[in-house]
């Protein structure tokens, strides 16, 4: 049986929230039940904006065991970490030599950051995306869910492998690397902040309560939904361009209740906001309750964390490296046998 293979991952910076569980993990548990997947915590982009060594240690560890606590099974998915496979840091630097800067300085979230960074911009910011080309590219992969936002990223990576390696050295058509295809999800793909319903929710946003943690406890969501920002109107309803945040919550709702967006949208069509946000409230609980419960007894087990992350490592090093080797041996590297 022939699966295809999926590769994805999540920087370890902050912990992580429910924009990255609904929009991101949550597609990979389900996805792992008919793909192979690759799914990594990439420390090695967490560095590329100034860092805090501590932080990322602990970030390291608490992204990989959420991966888990959210369902990705280590017994069929390779669950690792991106710096423990060297072949990352390696196929980036020969694909380094091979991308054109202006193809990476007309990179949109390079410039958003970039501005954000004022003076301390490092070339490792810049070079973000063909980490990323290199992380899909070692895998053969077939589909990488991703966000909207990584759009732009994910044809960086096709272009690289497509015109950069394929057509320049590859013998007699023969792709030397598989262009990978971006699996964008509907439902989910993009969870907004909770004070601005037309930005997206995100670690790096200064202000706590825009946003909700996995491991915050009931006490704080609830506090955080309560002041969470809506508007005049009754009724909370999809689709309406000019109430982003009603939007936002049912989509959040639709998925954290079970419900699916069409019953969620007629249970709450009719009601106020100071109905809604006690059901979006206990049904946010109940839905991270099990994760919270599994995530704390896992870090209480750190050899067996390491035992999921050394074994991720290995069948991950052997891809890895056989797609590695491909590539030198068509750039002209002397090969080494061992
Ligand atoms: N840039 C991605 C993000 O911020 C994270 C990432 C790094 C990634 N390498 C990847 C995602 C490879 C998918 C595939 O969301």
Redesign the pocket.
Known sequence: MNRKRI?????PTGSLHIGNWLG?IRNWVELQKSHEAFVCV?DL?AITTPHNPKELLENTLSTAALYKACGMDPDISSIFVQSHVKAHSELCWLLNCITPLNWMERMIQFKEKAIKQGDNVSIGLLD?PV??AA??LLYDTDL?P??ED?KQ?LELARDIAQQRINSRFGINEENILKVPQPLIMKEGAKIMSLCDGKVKMSKSDSNENSRISLLDSPDLIRKKIKRAKTDAEIGIEFNNINRPEADNLLGIYSIVSGLGKEKAAIECGEIGWGKFKPLLTDALISALEPIQKEYFILREDNDYLKKILENGQSKADEVANRTLKRVKKVMGFLQREI
Do not use: C, K
């Open positions: 590769f994805s991952g999540v920087q991101a990439v982009h973000y980490l990323m992380d899909i990488v991703v966000g990584q990223h």
